[in-house]
């Protein structure tokens, strides 16, 4: 039985915040400021029975909450917050501007993992760049360059 630590707590309640990752299954973990993703594969994920292959807006919305969940995560773990009712500091947030995906393979029937890697991170918005694999970290099913509107510190 392994033991919760702060961290991992802080990251279940960023992750409560948005529960359509709950709906689809997503698991993000922490190691520092570092956070890797994983989307568990289910059959009703499949969007080509033939092949079989991962249906692309699963794909999409994972990277798409991976790049999110980072740039939250980075702003949870640097500090960067704002009183919430409750009398606890979470970070205000940011709302998606555009998605721009890149598929390069099919997504097969099996567990997919993603990473992000935030680009630009400014008062007004911020840029987050998303790879998602299966088998090997250099061979990216799809890539995600991500743009979201930063909320206003006074809110």
Known sequence: MSETTPRDALLARLMERVPYMAFMGFEF????ADLSA????RADLIGN????ALHGGAIASF??????MSLGWSRVWMGDGCLSADGEVWPAVPKTIDLTI???RSGKAQD?????RITRAGR???????????DE??????????????????G
Request: proline share 11%.
């Open 29 to 32: 973990t922490a190691k520092g």
């Open 38 to 41: 994983k989307m568990p594969y």
């Open 49 to 52: 029975p033939v092949l079989p």
């Open 63 to 68: 990277l798409e909450m991976t790049a999110f």
């Open 102 to 104: 890149d598929y390069m």
């Open 112 to 116: 997919t993992f993603a990473s992000a």
């Open 124 to 134: 007004r918005f911020a840029t987050v760049h998303a790879t998602a694999w299966q």
């Open 137 to 154: 970290p250099d061979r990216p099913i799809a890539d995600a360059m991500c743009h979201f509107l930063m909320p206003r510190r006074d």
